[in-house]
T-cell receptor, first 113, second 115 residues
Framework: AQKVTQAQTEISVVEKEDVTLDCVYE???????LFWYKQPPSGELVFLIR??????QNEISGRYSWNFQKSTSSFNFTITASQVVDSAVYFC??????????FGGGTRLMVKP | ETGVTQTPRHLVMGMTNKKSLKCEQH?????MYWYKQSAKKPLELMFV???????ENNSVPSRFSPECPNSSHLFLHLHTLQPEDSALYLC??????????????FGQGTRLTVV
């Protein structure tokens, strides 16, 4: 069985603060992919990043960065210098061979001006 | 139009009504999905279609009936729903089933309220 846990249900920060969203996953498979999706108030989930289990290199894309650590089964997401437009629900997800995406419970991020 | 389009965006229905949700994708994908998102269970996979054939049905009550007439369209027929079925229903598509390295593209959802 596979499971994704996002322990932070809601986070509130003030604009320009850095914020890290935590994601912990469980799987017995050695090969898997991890994803982050953003769900703005409009409703649709927007794909942000995909990472395979063999690539532990951290990734940076503008103000977004991702820290993948197999040793702790974590795939955390950091937003640097947060902006009001970053306010959304963020989902972490896991896929393994033969299994559909398993989503975490989501973290609602509120960035106040 | 691009991406995944869902109609209607909002729907209010009585428990005795019959209604349908529609999803259309313009991405050339061959797999489509229905998800339910509610406060109690944020993202539940309901149905999966690959090449117009249903490949997964996650113990969804029969009052929800999916239909996939072609690879671009997916419907969710609703009848005799309960108030607890009120939720955001999201449609998604992907190139192939959600194999490990395939991301899904989502529509904006239909906000359903059952009264």
């Amino acid at each position: 069985a596979q499971k994704v846990t996002q322990a932070q249900t809601e986070i509130s920060v003030v604009e320009k603060e850095d914020v890290t969203l935590d994601c912990v996953y469980e799987t017995r498979d050695t090969t898997y992919y991890l994803f982050w999706y953003k769900q703005p108030p409009s409703g649709e989930l927007v794909f942000l990043i995909r990472r395979n289990s063999f690539d532990e290199q951290n990734e940076i894309s503008g103000r977004y960065s991702w820290n993948f650590q197999k040793s702790t089964s974590s795939f955390n997401f950091t937003i640097t210098a947060s902006q009001v437009v970053d306010s959304a629900v963020y989902f972490c997800a896991l896929s393994t061979a033969g299994n559909m995406l398993t989503f975490g419970g989501g973290t609602r991020l509120m960035v106040k001006p | 139009e691009t991406g995944v389009t869902q109609t209607p965006r909002h729907l209010v229905m009585g428990m005795t009504n019959k209604k349908s949700l529609k999803c259309e994708q313009h991405l050339g994908h061959n797999a489509m999905y229905w998800y339910k998102q509610s406060a109690k269970k944020p993202l539940e996979l309901m149905f999966v279609y690959s090449l117009e054939e249903r490949v997964e049905n996650n113990s969804v009550p029969s009052r929800f009936s999916p239909e996939c007439p072609n690879s671009s369209h997916l419907f969710l027929h609703l009848h005799t729903l309960q108030p607890e079925d009120s939720a955001l229903y999201l449609c998604a598509s992907s190139q192939g089933l959600q194999e490990m390295n395939t991301e899904a593209f989502f529509g904006q959802g239909t906000r359903l309220t059952v009264v």
